[in-house]
């Protein structure tokens, strides 16, 4: 990738993350998903960004909010957060035509375990992340989502990896199995890791309306992570 598009991107990324972590501070119980989207399109303006979905195929969201069994790509402007919610937000904004996107749960209830399944998900992209490096095969990245937490079940998100390509248009293309046979990561990649955590066994789904989404509780985690010459820079890392 050009020293434009990098530079492009990081930028994206690290306004992604600003954006994450103000919103983070601001779910609690009884916050309406209108009022954080509203919170979500004033981060967003102060990083002289855009929201990169909002419009998307008619979707109405500055971010995607979701909650419990629902995983991202959703936004309902009636939810109404409670006490005992699993709540997931998906940031994907542009700064100057270039993408930045992250991903994160908060669990606004009292089980212990529910409160582990989040910081595992969070840790276990984070330490993917760390790991990846020039050579590192792209399809082995799952492997290492798996072997990095035992104790909860990693549903197999559709892709692990987004490798991002220089286009400003197109600033991700999903890597399915077969595409990403026998690649390789190299210096100048950049892609966004994700996974989700499930308490039980299940199988992600899309709906008719394209919301991701289980039968299961689950957590969600998403980073972008630049390849540079020794190993990795997470661009969304606060």
């Known amino acids: 990738m050009n020293p434009e598009a990098i530079s ?23 916050l309406s998903s209108s009022n954080l989207d509203c919170t979500a399109a004033d981060l ?3 990083h002289n960004a855009g929201s990169a979905i909002k419009g998307f195929n008619g979707f109405k969201g500055n971010i995607s909010i979701c909650t419990n069994q629902l ?14 919610d699993l709540v997931k937000i998906d940031i994907s904004l542009t700064v100057s035509g270039w993408t930045g996107c992250c991903a994160a749960a908060i669990y606004l209830g009292n089980s212990p375990e529910i409160h582990r399944l ?7 992209v984070l330490e993917t992340c760390d790991n990846l490096s020039p050579g590192f095969p792209v399809n082995d990245i799952d492997s290492v989502l798996n072997l990095s937490k035992e104790e909860f079940h990693q549903l197999n998100v559709p892709c692990s990896g987004r490798l991002k390509n220089p286009g400003k248009q197109e ?20 892609l966004t ?12 789904q899309y709906s008719k309306n394209g919301t991701l989404f ?8 998403r980073e972008t992570v630049l390849i540079t010459g020794s190993g990795a820079e997470i661009l969304t890392r606060n």
């Open 8 to 30: 492009g991107i990081k930028k994206a990324s690290k306004a992604a993350a600003q954006v994450r972590e103000g919103l983070l501070r601001q779910i609690s119980p009884g």
């Open 44 to 46: 967003i303006s102060l």
């Open 214 to 221: 289980t039968d299961s509780l689950n957590t969600y985690h």
């Open 118 to 124: 989040v910081e595992v998900n969070r840790s276990a």
């Open 71 to 84: 995983v991202t790509d959703s936004f309902d402007p009636q939810l109404i957060l409670k006490e005992g």
């Open 171 to 190: 600033a991700e293309y999903i890597l399915n199995k077969e595409a990403a046979r026998g690649k390789r990561l190299k210096a100048g990649d950049i």
């Open 193 to 204: 890791v994700e996974a989700c955590f499930s308490l039980e066994e299940g199988h992600l």
